[in-house]
Every structure is written in structure tokens, then in C-alpha cells.
């Protein structure tokens, strides 16, 4: 059975950083594409970051491109997402997601992916 566990959340002043864990078992974690999701009270579960399976390609939301990094060992079986420069806008729970196929490409939608981890709320304040 795929596990996904999410650490690192927390309570922050805007313009701090986190840095976000999500710890993988079960499954082959090196073959598959894994993503970050963020859901805030009253609204849709959105994409936020992701990678492929070896690291080599990632993506990321507008509104986090230049302060957000997904990044994965495939040894620890993890996958990260740091957050620096933080904005009250980025408070919400954090989902880590694992795909169940190979992908060449970072997928960027919820249906593209099988597992989803628990959360882990992110709250920035102002």
C-alpha cells in the first residue's frame, strides 16, 4: 500500500520560508512523478509544483515561480518543496501527490495523479 506522509508545516510571517517533506513507501517512488497541491478554506484544490521521475523536469504555478523549488532524492525516497518569500496568499493545506505511471514530463493535474498524502497546513501571516 502507497503511503505518503507530509511534514514541515507551520505558522510563518510573510516573507519567511518553509520547507515541506513528503516521505514516500509502497511504491516504486524513483519510476514516478511526484506534485505538490494547495487547497485553502472555501476553494479548489489547485496545483502549486511537480517533477518527474528522475528530476529533470519540474513545473510550477504562476503565482509560486520564482519562490517555490520541488525537488526529490530518490534515495531517501522524498520529495521537497521549499517556500521563501511568503505571502498570507500561500496559506493553506499542502497536499504531496505521487503518479502510479512513468512519466517523461512533471504532471500538473489532481487526475494525473493516484496517491495523495494527508496535508500539512501552511498558515503565513501578515
Known amino acids: 500500500q502507497v503511503q505518503l506522509v507530509e511534514s514541515g508545516g507551520g505558522l510563518v510571517q510573510a516573507g519567511g520560508s518553509l520547507r515541506l517533506s513528503c516521505a514516500a513507501s509502497?511504491?516504486?517512488?524513483?519510476?514516478?512523478?511526484m506534485g505538490w497541491f494547495r487547497q485553502a478554506p472555501g476553494k479548489e484544490r489547485e496545483f502549486v509544483a511537480a517533477?518527474?521521475?528522475?528530476?529533470?523536469?519540474?513545473d510550477y504555478a504562476d503565482s509560486v515561480k520564482g519562490r517555490f523549488t520541488i525537488s526529490r532524492d530518490n534515495v531517501k525516497n522524498t520529495v521537497y518543496l521549499q517556500m521563501n518569500s511568503l505571502k498570507p496568499e500561500d496559506t493553506a493545506v499542502y497536499y504531496c501527490?505521487?503518479?502510479?505511471?512513468?512519466?517523461?514530463?512533471?504532471?500538473?493535474?489532481?487526475?494525473?495523479?493516484?496517491?495523495w498524502g494527508q496535508g500539512t497546513q501552511v498558515t503565513v501571516s501578515s
Open positions: 501527490a505521487a503518479t502510479n505511471t512513468f512519466t517523461v514530463m512533471a504532471v500538473t493535474t489532481t487526475r494525473g495523479y493516484k496517491y
Open positions: 517533477v518527474n521521475w528522475n528530476g529533470g523536469s519540474t
Open positions: 509502497g511504491h516504486t517512488f524513483s519510476s514516478y512523478g
